[in-house]
């Protein structure tokens, strides 16, 4: 599962890469200014994206296949939200 996991990261990562950064500035701005339930929305799914990967880490240290198995599949999904939330 790990592998799948990091290919998804992976392709992920490579569609928020592909905004241009003043598209990326210009969403901030106008989300902390305008829509500001937009923006904190966005910054609460960062702070569970965070807490989400540090219980990843704790949980392959630990060896526990399932559990990480089912923490990567909710990391996947909050990943694919936050970029929703994004291009929006």
């Excluded at 701005?29 to 965070?50: D, G, P, T, V």
């Amino acid at each position: 599962m790990s592998k799948e996991f990091e290919e998804r990261i992976a392709e992920l990562k490579l569609k928020y890469q592909a905004l241009p950064e003043a598209k990326k500035q210009d969403l901030k701005e106008h989300a902390q200014k305008r829509n500001f339930l937009r923006y904190r929305k966005i910054e609460r799914i960062k702070s569970e994206l965070l807490r989400l990967e540090a219980r990843r880490a704790q949980l392959e240290l630990c060896e526990r296949g399932l559990e990480l198995a089912e923490l990567e599949k909710k990391i996947i999904l909050k990943k694919e939200k936050l970029l929703r939330c994004i291009n929006s």
